[in-house]
């Protein structure tokens, strides 16, 4: 997307490999099982924190961006590469960001960061293989900005378009209401709160 990766010390960067069974849910929903998982270990670490996921696997508190994650994969195996601003965040960016040190939470340091994630990504891992997309849709929703939440979607074609959030579709989709009260549902794009 174009956009500058700073790295400080500090911070919390790590990946971790993903094998692919059969019988896997779709890989690309690994995405949210990694929110899901990295929200839960924030809201571990600082539980009055506001921490929301925005879709597909962005952590938010107060509009302002607080990690990100990214998904390869290459042949059966995904790799979920995540990065959290734990001390440090960067500044005079176009939008808005933050760090756990700026919200006044403990910072911890990253290997104990890394051990109280990795706990979490294990359970959500095996919920996903075992429960499937239903109980990780909800746990999703659960932890995302509410139904109705005004956002933009720049989509791969350059396109912009306005909607309020509906939502996951089955297939972990963002179901974006439209003016005219038609659902779309958004498999790609760049997602920004109103």
């Known amino acids: 997307m174009g ?9 919390f960067y790590g990946s971790t490999l993903v094998g692919l069974r059969a019988g896997d849910p779709q890989p690309a929903t690994l995405a949210l099982v990694a ?3 990295l929200h839960d270990a924030l809201a571990f ?4 924190l ?5 879709w597909p696997n962005d952590i938010m508190v107060e509009g302002a961006k607080l990690s990100g994650i990214l998904l390869e994969r290459s042949g059966n195996a995904v790799v ?10 960067p500044g005079g ?25 990795a706990d979490r990504i294990d359970d959500w891992l095996a919920r ?9 849709r909800t746990a999703w929703v659960a932890r995302a900005h509410p139904k109705g939440t005004a956002l933009t979607v720049n989509v791969p074609d350059g396109s912009a378009t306005q909607g309020l959030f509906d939502g996951l579709a089955e297939d972990g989709a963002l179901m974006l209401r439209l003016a005219d009260g038609t659902i779309r549902a958004i498999h790609a794009g760049d997602i920004f709160l109103i």
């Open 128 to 136: 996903w293989r075992s429960e499937g997309m239903i109980a990780l």
């Open 45 to 48: 670490l600082a539980p009055d």
């Open 93 to 117: 960016l176009d939008r808005k960001v933050t760090s756990l040190a700026a919200l006044g939470a403990p910072v911890p340091d990253p290997a104990e960061f890394q051990l109280i994630l």
């Open 3 to 11: 956009r500058d990766w700073q790295s400080p010390l500090g911070n």
């Open 80 to 89: 979920i590469g995540i990065g959290v601003n734990l001390a440090f965040h």
């Open 50 to 54: 506001p921490f929301q996921i925005k």
């Open 35 to 37: 929110a899901v998982a």
